[in-house]
Nanobody
């Protein structure tokens, strides 16, 4: 069992930045690939970014590539999402998720999920 708690969401203007954090507890954090997903009202949950167990590989949705950066610290059991140049279309609830496999893009590959944190980008 893995417990995940996100933090760092909020309201920001277009072009601004936010840093989301996800704290994990439970079984060995470094055993899991991690991902960030988001869900806007009326839309399906979509992949944002993923990172491998050792942080040797990172993966991004085309819509955030070059603006968002995912990182993890296995000594602190945390995974972060630095979001720069935010746009109104980035507005969503952002979820942290843990994945015991090496797949990153599909929501169904993730076993454990946080409760989500709201990000709102005003125009």
């Amino acid at each position: 069992q893995v417990q995940l708690v996100e933090s760092g969401g909020g309201l920001v203007q277009t072009g601004g930045s936010l840093r989301l954090s996800c704290a994990a507890s439970g079984r060995t954090f470094s055993s899991y690939a991690m991902g960030w997903f988001r869900q806007a009202p009326g839309k399906e949950r979509e992949f944002v970014a993923g990172i491998s167990r050792s942080a040797g590989g990172t993966y991004y949705a085309d819509s955030v590539k070059g603006r968002f950066t995912i990182s993890r610290d296995n000594t602190k059991n945390t995974v972060n999402l630095q979001m720069n140049s935010l746009k109104p279309e980035d507005t969503a609830v952002y979820y942290c998720a843990a994945n015991p496999r090496n797949n990153y893009y599909n929501v169904y590959d993730y076993t454990w999920w946080g409760q989500g944190t709201q990000v709102t980008v005003s125009s």
